[in-house]
T-cell receptor, first 117, second 113 residues
Framework: AQTVTQSQPEMSVQEAETVTLSCTYD???????LFWYKQPPSRQMILVIR??????QNATENRFSVNFQKAAKSFSLKISDSQLGDAAMYFC??????????????FGKGTHLIIQP | NAGVMQNPRHLVRRRGQEARLRCSPM?????VYWYRQLPEEGLKFMVY????????ESGMPKERFSAEFPKEGPSILRIQQVVRGDSAAYFC???????????FGDGTRLSIL
């Protein structure tokens, strides 16, 4: 079974600084997808970024980028120029399908990101 | 284009009652997923449905839980004879097909008295 591990229950960063959230996963598949979701206090689940395992290039979405290390099974999220609105729980997730596949998404336990003004 | 709609937003039930949670996927989406989030935990996959078919229910508890996605109308997650341990946030997500990311609803928070 696939597992996703987020080893940082909580992270804190000064506004405008850069922060990196870590995620490791375990799978025997060669083709899969990795995601970072954000869950603010409103409890919405918002897709932040997606990475296809067959792509070597790291995904980027504005201030959000990933460091995908396939051999190490590591998938960290970097947030540059942190803003107060970035404060939320961040969940790393895995799937064998492009958006969920037959087994849905497997989530880590989350990292609570605090932005200090 | 409306997003994934879940209702009710909050549901309170007494032990032994039935809970029905509804999910209307985004327009054009035919794949529906249900997840459960316990306090201080990540989301756990429960079931994946397409219209009139359960594709994968490997995450569903064996008893008291069922899900459907009829040809017409929303997907329903049904919990019979609820117990305190069923208290959680239940999220629904939808996608157009396997090639697209899942979009989540705002969740239903189920509280059991």
């Amino acid at each position: 079974a696939q597992t996703v591990t987020q080893s940082q229950p909580e992270m804190s960063v000064q506004e405008a600084e850069t922060v990196t959230l870590s995620c490791t996963y375990d799978t025997s598949e060669s083709d899969y997808y990795l995601f970072w979701y954000k869950q603010p206090p409103s409890r919405q689940m918002i897709l932040v970024i997606r990475q296809e395992a067959y792509k070597q290039q790291n995904a980027t979405e504005n201030r959000f980028s990933v460091n995908f290390q396939k051999a190490a099974k590591s998938f960290s999220l970097k947030i540059s120029d942190s803003q107060l609105g970035d404060a939320a729980m961040y969940f790393c997730a895995y799937s064998t399908g492009s958006g969920g596949g037959a087994d849905g998404l497997t989530f880590g336990k989350g990292t609570h990101l605090i932005i200090q003004p | 284009n409306a997003g994934v709609m879940q209702n009710p937003r909050h549901l309170v039930r007494r032990r032994g009652q039935e809970a029905r949670l509804r999910c209307s996927p985004m327009k054009g989406h035919s794949h529906v997923y249900w997840y459960r989030q316990l306090p201080e935990e990540g989301l756990k996959f429960m079931v994946y449905l397409q219209k009139e078919n359960i594709i994968d229910e490997s995450g569903m508890p064996k008893e008291r839980f069922s899900a459907e996605f009829p040809k017409e109308g929303p997907s329903i997650l049904r919990i019979q004879q609820v117990v305190r341990g069923d208290s959680a946030a239940y999220f629904c997500a939808s996608s157009a097909y396997d090639g697209q990311p899942q979009h989540f609803g705002d969740g239903t928070r189920l509280s059991i008295l």
